[in-house]
């Protein structure tokens, strides 16, 4: 289905869900390496929980994409570079003893003898309504591990692009996907359309160039964080807005060069406050050249700290709105 | 009306092969009581298991049916609103388990414990919730079980412990209440659910081992509805032996579509349990007439035809209504009153629910801790200052 969308439209940009980018990614991948697999619970026959596995057990086949009792995906795969999918990362946590200590410690372990080339992928933090043990944000959890690399991607070029570097890497890698964000289109360049698109690891992307405030965020929060933009122009005030596509390791030079320029700092993320992405950035710019450049604290947006409730009016005051941004924004700014 | 009644027990004794013996006759218009031949169950590491000969009274007839009508209505009520998007996120429908709930705490007490997964509608009915304050909270409102702030996995009321969303994490959790029980002295037990995908969870072992050694008064109870969300045992499990994975407890396989084997086989493992032998594994076999959640059909992985032949010749409803109406505990008309009265209540519920406000914004910090001085809790941003009360 991929190879045929891409002969379709071969001149300029396609419209492609996060969905459909990630299935490309892991087709392509599955096509170029046969040690490359796919494991997971109804990844296979049922072509995916939320069908971001569609297709690949028709063409592949039970060797290559396997599913897997509920016994949470954690094994080592000697030579193997296999994909884990996590129906969600809230189930990680019955496995998170062996991501951290076997994956993420491992390399490290064996001094380099033992390499571990895995990939955890699927949906964190909130969804709609599926309440407080399906709706937490791990990019915070993983992200504090040394050894392990955690991606967040928010469109479909992230999507794929950091799916495919992220199954060639060596490493371990934590693949933070949304699951709001699955069916939603996204524009697709002619270049992200080859089979050798690849986004570098550990590298942020300017999303919208400003030059009042940056504004940091990864996935759902930075189409929040150009939608706020989007009312702030109107109000004279120009936003840049960093989709930072790695957790780990960050890209904080260039939050820092954005800031140097901008002088104002607001992080958006949707995971709790304490000791997040947001309290990792503030710290890192505190170290940095960067601090002398800051006009104001920089202003941490998160999710409210407490579990998710269920009740939508609870549910929707639980996590940050774009209005929350723009108050934030304006506050930050002192207007 | 002798003629009546040998005709009814002739039409019985080829009903399912369940052989009516008329133990009692009253003057009055209906059996009393009549004992039932039912299904034996398999057993391991069992000298003997539960009676097959059972004895149902009319009155408990009438509760078991009017009980699992009000589950069966409220679980297609549900069905409904969620596809008006009345109810949001995840819901799990219990339809054609009714049984399974419904004979369980025929056998137990309300002091005893209960704890299941995520399929939890009927068990937090059974367990003394309302139809109405079930409904509210799968609509989430401030009338709901929880207050609005569970939801369809998680709600709760006395001794009964949701209502849990991670796979199988419920089962230590199980253990540990059967534990109190035990440190208590209170003679209580409890039972604690999964399902068969479960089943193959690693902590599910180590819980079968703690409650063996310790000898905690804890019914292991597996419902076997043949599919782990869309994968069949078969695709799940080394072995689908589900009663003996136990290894060193005691197991039995019960018939999870038919009320009285569930409560014969409950009863046989909740007195088990009370003479200090230690935990008991039940596997219930039984069937969900709809998908894993409201968002999968149902069909990709099973037939329509395997779905309809359960429906028609294991309904645990029908199959009761069946054995009470060939044996003159009941007419027809006294179950359509019921079926009425029980529609009439759901109609009620689910216009509250549908009515009754969501909650307020005041609440949405509270109950973080219990028995806690207030504490400020951040908002989305750090001008945003929350309280929170116990």
């Known amino acids: 289905m991929a190879a045929s969308l891409r002969c379709f439209l071969r001149s300029g940009k396609v419209t492609v869900t996060v969905r459909d980018a990630l299935n490309q990614a892991m087709d392509e991948e599955l096509e170029r390496d046969e040690r490359v697999f796919l494991m997971g619970e109804e990844v296979a026959q049922y072509d995916g929980a939320y069908k971001v596995s569609r297709g690949l057990w028709k063409k592949y086949g039970d060797k290559r994409i396997i599913d897997t009792p509920i016994s949470e995906v954690r094994r080592r795969h000697a030579g193997l570079r296999p994909i884990c999918e996590f129906m969600t990362f809230n189930f990680s946590m019955q496995a998170i003893d062996q991501v951290i200590n076997s994956a993420a410690k491992t390399c490290y372990m064996s001094a380099g003898l033992q390499a571990v080339p895995i990939v955890f992928r699927g949906p964190n933090g909130a969804s709609a309504g599926v309440a407080a043990q399906h709706s937490q944000c791990f990019a915070a959890w993983y992200a504090h591990c040394p050894g392990l690399k955690v991606v967040s991607p928010w469109n479909s070029e992230d999507a794929k692009g950091l799916l495919k570097s992220a199954i060639r890497d060596d490493n371990p890698v934590v693949?933070?996907?949304?699951?709001?964000?699955?069916?939603?289109?996204?524009?697709?360049?002619?270049?992200?359309?080859?089979?050798?698109?690849?986004?570098?690891i550990g590298k942020a992307k300017v999303e919208r160039a400003g030059t009042h405030v940056t504004l940091v965020s990864h996935s759902r929060y930075v189409g929040y964080c150009l939608d706020a933009a989007a009312?702030?122009?109107?109000?004279?005030?120009?936003?840049?807005v960093i989709n930072l596509r790695t957790i780990r390791p960050m890209d904080v030079e260039s939050i820092e060069a954005s800031l140097m320029?901008?002088?104002?700092?607001?992080?958006?993320?949707?995971?709790?406050?304490?000791?997040?992405?947001?309290?990792?950035?503030?710290?890192?710019?505190?170290?940095?050249?960067?601090?002398?450049?800051?006009?104001s604290p920089v202003t941490r947006v998160t999710g409210v700290d407490i579990p998710m409730?269920?009740?939508k009016i609870l549910e929707d005051h639980s996590l940050p709105q774009i209005k929350d941004i723009i108050f934030s924004v304006k506050k930050t700014l002192n207007v | 009306m002798l003629t009546n009644i040998s005709n009814v027990l002739r039409a019985c004794a080829q009903r399912n092969g369940a052989a009516a013996v008329v133990s009692a006759r009253t003057y009055a218009d209906f059996t009393n009581?009549?004992?039932?031949?039912?299904?034996?169950?398999?057993?391991?590491?069992l000298d003997e298991g539960p009676a097959t000969q059972v004895v149902l009274t009319r009155d408990e007839g009438l509760q078991y049916y009017r009980t699992m009508q009000t589950m069966r209505r409220m679980e297609l009520k549900a069905d409904q609103l969620?596809?008006?998007k009345i109810i949001r996120g995840f819901c799990h429908l219990y339809d054609g388990q009714e049984a399974c709930a419904v004979g369980i705490e025929a056998a137990i007490n309300l002091s005893d414990h209960l704890i299941t997964a995520y399929r939890a509608h009927g068990y937090t009915y059974t367990r003394g919730g309302t139809v109405k304050e079930i409904m509210a909270e799968l609509t989430g409102r401030r009338g709901g079980i929880a207050k609005g702030k569970g939801g369809s996995m998680h709600m709760y009321c006395k001794h009964f412990y949701g209502g849990n969303g991670i796979v199988g994490a419920q089962v230590p959790l199980g253990a540990g209440v059967a534990l109190a029980c035990k440190y208590q002295g209170n003679n209580e037990l409890c039972v604690c659910l999964y399902g068969d995908g479960a089943a193959n969870q690693g902590q599910i072992f180590e819980t079968y081992n703690m409650a063996a050694l310790w000898k905690l008064p804890v019914i292991f109870i597996c419902e076997n509805n043949r599919y782990g969300m869309g994968t069949s045992v078969e695709r799940a499990a080394a072995s689908t032996d589900y009663f003996k994975r136990g290894e060193f407890i005691p197991g039995l396989r019960v018939d999870g579509m038919d009320v009285l084997c569930v409560r014969e086989a409950s009863k046989f493992a909740a007195d088990h349990c009370r003479s200090g032998k230690g935990p008991i594994l039940m596997e219930l076999q039984t069937y969900r007439y709809h998908g894993h959640s409201m968002s999968d059909p149902g069909v990709s992985y099973r037939t329509r035809e395997e779905i309809q032949e359960v429906r028609s010749k294991s309904d645990p409803i029908s199959m009761l209504k069946d054995r009470m109406l060939s044996n003159n505990m009941a007419s027809v008309e006294e179950l359509k009153e019921i079926d009425v009265e029980v529609r009439k209540e759901i109609e009620d519920a689910a216009q509250f629910a549908t009515t009754d406000p969501?909650?307020?914004?005041?609440?949405?910090c509270n109950h973080i801790f219990h028995n806690n001085p207030p504490l400020e809790v951040r908002g989305t941003n750090p001008w945003s200052k929350l309280k929170s009360v116990s």
């Open chain 2, 358 to 364: 969501e909650p307020p914004l005041e609440d949405l």
């Open chain 1, 175 to 200: 693949f933070l996907e949304n699951e709001l964000l699955y069916g939603v289109p996204f524009e697709m360049s002619e270049e992200a359309q080859s089979k050798d698109f690849t986004i570098p």
């Open chain 1, 309 to 311: 409730p269920y009740a």
């Open chain 2, 33 to 45: 009581e009549a004992t039932f031949e039912i299904k034996k169950c398999d057993t391991f590491k």
């Open chain 1, 261 to 295: 320029k901008t002088n104002h700092l607001v992080t958006v993320e949707g995971g709790w406050p304490q000791f997040g992405v947001g309290a990792e950035i503030c710290a890192r710019i505190m170290e940095g050249p960067a601090f002398n450049y800051l006009d």
């Open chain 2, 82 to 84: 969620y596809k008006q």
């Open chain 1, 231 to 240: 009312v702030l122009t109107k109000e004279g005030i120009e936003c840049e």
